[in-house]
Every structure is written in C-alpha cells, then in structure tokens.
C-alpha cells in the first residue's frame, strides 16, 4: 500500500471527526449539555451508534473534544493578536476578543450558555490553562513593551505590567456576568481598556 492510499483514510477520519464536532457543539448549544445524549448526537451527525463510537466512546469524550478545539483555536488567535499592530489598547483588546470570544457567544446565543461554561470548566485541562496563560503573558508582553518604550509609565503608579492584568482580567470576567449582549460586554470592555492605558500614559502625582 503507498503512502498515498495510507493517509487517504486517515484524511477522511480527520474530517469525519471534525464533522461530528462541528454538528455536537452546535446541538450542545441548542439543548445544554445535560439534555444532550450521545444517541441525540449520533441522531444529529447521520451515523449510527457504532459509527460514532469509533471516534468517541460516551457523550462526555466529545464534549470534552469540543472544549479542547476550542481552547486550540483560542491559543491560535491570542497568537495573532499579539503580533498584530496597533496602539496598546486594540492590541490589548484583541487578545481579550480572542480569549473571551467564544465565552460570549456561548452566553449571549445559547439559552444553555453558562451551564456549557460550567460544564467546560469542569472538564477543563491543559488546553484550557495553555490559553488561559498564553492570555495572560500576551498582555502583560504588550505592558512591558509599552512600558519599556516609553509609551506607558507604571511606575507613575508604583504598579507591575501583572498587577495591570490582573485587575484587567477581574474587569474582563465581570463583563461575562453583567452585560446583557455581546455587542454591549464589547464596547464596555473597550470603554474600560481606552480609559485604563489613558491613565498609564502619563505620569501619576499622588496628593499629601
């Protein structure tokens, strides 16, 4: 058999799995996880039961397997935000955007969204804190660099480029909790990011 026809068939369970991903996440979100079964799943992607246990064992493995692109394709776009240009802020804000895009999709388009967010949350591994941290260290990078440019003054402030994503990240969290929309939690997140780098830009005289 030549390497060809070899990779063929994996080429075709590669885009077979990604198929059934592709149809759960989209039924998950329709129904909430809780009220999904694997029968449904299988009933949704147009296998039978045996079909799909070739690639997935239980309703839990896929789930799983979903929240485990997801993170992937995060890691992917906190990427290419970092090395996007721009001012401190639309850089800062497309690595939030990429971090906590697909969070407010969840929230503000499936009536099951946060119990999916429990739910990954609970599944949640490697990949979650990879994003999570590559988030993270994409931020206080463009801080630093801000900072060491001249750009930014932190110590106007007494204050570490991790201190300003920490108090960054409490705000962005916030936004998933009090926000009504997606359009909304997004302008308020850039309001905030524009008037928190604004007050970094220049030095800070304390009173007394």
Request: proline share 3%.
């Amino acid at each position: 058999m030549s390497p060809q026809s070899m990779s063929k068939p994996n080429q075709l369970g590669a885009q077979q799995r990604s198929a059934i991903l592709d149809k759960a996440f989209a039924l998950f979100a329709r129904q909430g996880y809780r009220r999904t079964s694997f029968g449904d799943i299988a009933e949704e992607v147009g296998l039978s039961r045996p079909a799909i246990y070739h690639y997935f064992k239980n309703k839990d493995a896929v789930f799983k397997a979903v929240t485990e692109r997801i993170h992937k394709d995060i890691s992917l776009a906190i990427e290419r935000a970092l090395e996007q240009p721009g001012s401190v802020e639309d850089r800062i804000l497309a690595v939030f955007e990429a971090r906590a895009g697909r969070d407010y999709a969840l929230l503000f388009v499936s009536p099951y969204g946060r119990e999916l967010l429990e739910e990954r949350k609970k599944r949640s591994g490697g990949d979650s804190a990879d994003s999570g941290a590559k988030a993270r260290a994409a931020m206080e990078r463009i801080i630093r660099e801000a900072d060491a440019s001249g750009e930014l003054v932190l110590s106007s402030w007494e204050i570490t480029a991790q201190k300003v994503v920490d108090l960054l990240e409490h705000f962005f969290e916030g936004l998933l909790t009090r926000e009504p929309s997606e359009t909304q939690a997004t302008e308020a997140a850039r309001i905030m990011v524009g008037v928190f780098i604004a007050g970094l830009r220049k030095p800070h005289t304390r009173s007394g």
